[in-house]
């Protein structure tokens, strides 16, 4: 960690007016819908259908055959025709499973609900297990595991904040949905075995943050708090350290704390009350490299080619194309990748070649790097390849925010030298 911390966060033009006052776009799923058959680096699964068998919205197709049990569930009614390897946001091939979709949609209940208030904590915990419930911010972990072991949680915070620009998913999920996010907060209490939900949203959007403090009910334990507009204000360290004033090493639960994105909240009530699993997805599809930009709402397993088109296409043959938002999101080189559980976003912004120059030794990224690293001393270190001091400089604490390479005057990469050195430490370790 640096000796001398800048202010560790940035504000960043968020440009959520291109999509925030835009009506949802809801699209039905075209020919064939692509499942991946990948929950964080797992590929391991079992599938629970035949070629050729007939599925339907809610089918539960696969689950996770080790590491940490992720079932998939159908987001299309049609017939299962086996499995083929497509890119895939994580910059990989992966196996997808296909269905042809017979474009009638008919939907049955993944499984039975349950009364979250009648059940007990360890229901409710097993449930969100089985419910394929994961994180919908943009990590696509399983929810679960967070709630197993609640001993010493004070608060739950849901993350509501959407620092990232562009990005409005979020916010149409919650205005939209704002009963069950607070349904969903609830259960997450009963689950974490604390007294307090703080539901945490940007001041610059005042209009929120009133829909949601008119649906909360005195006594029940939930707060709305209002938080700076900069980035990253998102991600679960400065949430802590803004919320609840304290550090922590590796884990929230370490500060008494567990992080939830708003729409995971959301998705839990409508598994409990309507035994409804994560089959669509609240997408933001914006910059300028898109004619019409807006937020829709899709099945899991629609291809970025089939929701690009729908928002009327690319506004130049050179766009880059990135999987997120534009800070943290992954550059794809094509739009055939599908959108997933943890897809929030489609970015496109027009191609700019940007020429780097040498480092001017200002320190502005070390000044804003969330994580207190110096990402200068990392990308050195890469140069020389010295991986005791790669791991020395921590390098596997950057949490690729983008900062260090929004804020370089030089223009250079930082954010990639440190994946490159976060790289060589993962194969070292292996």
């Not at 079992?46 to 590491?67: C, D, H, Q």
């Not at 390897?85 to 474009?103: A, F, T, W, Y």
């Not at 979020?170 to 009963?190: C, E, N, P, Q, S």
């Not at 990748?337 to 191609?351: C, K, Q, S």
Request: charged share 20%; with cysteine; net charge positive.
């Amino acid at each position: 960690m640096s000796l001398f911390l800048g202010p560790m966060r940035h504000h960043i033009p968020g440009k959520k007016e291109l999509t925030d006052d835009k009506p949802v776009l809801i699209l039905k799923p075209g020919k064939e819908v692509y499942l991946p058959l990948i929950a964080g680096n797992n590929t391991n699964f079992n599938i629970l259908v035949k070629e050729g068998e007939n599925v339907k919205v809610g089918t539960k197709l696969a689950e996770t055959t080790s590491g940490f049990y992720i079932p998939i569930y159908s987001s299309a009614s049609g017939i299962y025709k086996g499995c083929q390897k497509r890119m895939h946001n994580s910059l990989k091939p992966q196996m997808h499973m296909v269905i042809e979709c017979d474009g009638l949609q008919e939907s049955i209940p993944s499984f039975e609900p349950l009364d979250y208030q009648k059940a007990t904590r360890e229901q409710c915990v097993d449930f969100v297990k089985n419910a394929g419930i994961v994180g919908l911010g943009g990590a696509g972990f399983p929810a679960y595991i967070k709630y197993s072991k609640p001993d010493g949680i004070e608060a739950v915070i849901i993350n509501a904040v959407e620092c990232e620009p562009y990005i409005t998913a979020d916010y149409k999920m919650v205005m939209d949905h704002t009963k069950d996010l607070i349904t969903g907060a609830l259960i997450m209490k009963k689950m974490a075995m604390c007294n307090t939900v703080y539901i945490c949203i940007k001041e610059s959007h005042p209009d929120l943050i009133q829909v949601v403090k008119n649906a909360v009910v005195s006594g029940d334990g939930i707060e709305v708090k209002a938080v700076p507009d900069v980035y990253p204000m998102g991600w679960e360290r400065v949430l802590v350290r803004e919320v609840l004033h304290k550090e922590y090493d590796r884990l929230p639960a370490q500060a008494g704390a567990i992080v939830s994105n708003a729409t995971t909240a959301i998705a839990m009530a409508n598994a409990f009350e309507k035994g409804q699993a994560i089959v669509s997805k609240m997408v933001t599809v914006s910059g300028e490299g898109i004619k019409k930009p807006q937020n829709v709402y899709v099945p899991v397993g629609m291809p970025a080619k089939e929701i690009v088109e729908a928002c009327h296409g690319y506004t130049s043959e050179s766009v880059r194309l990135i999987a997120g938002g534009p800070m943290m999101g992954k550059t794809v080189v094509n739009d055939m990748w599908v959108v997933d559980r943890a897809t929030n976003a489609i970015t496109i912004l027009p191609h700019v070649q940007d020429d780097a120059i040498a480092c001017l030794r200002c320190g502005k990224c070390s000044d804003n790097c969330p994580a207190g690293l110096q990402p200068v001393r990392i990308a050195q270190a890469v140069k020389a390849n010295n991986t005791n001091e790669m791991e020395k400089r921590g390098a596997l604490s950057c949490i690729e925010c983008g900062l260090c390479s929004y804020n370089c005057p030089s223009h250079i990469d930082v954010t990639e030298n440190v994946r490159k050195a976060k790289r060589v430490l993962m194969m070292k370790k292996k």
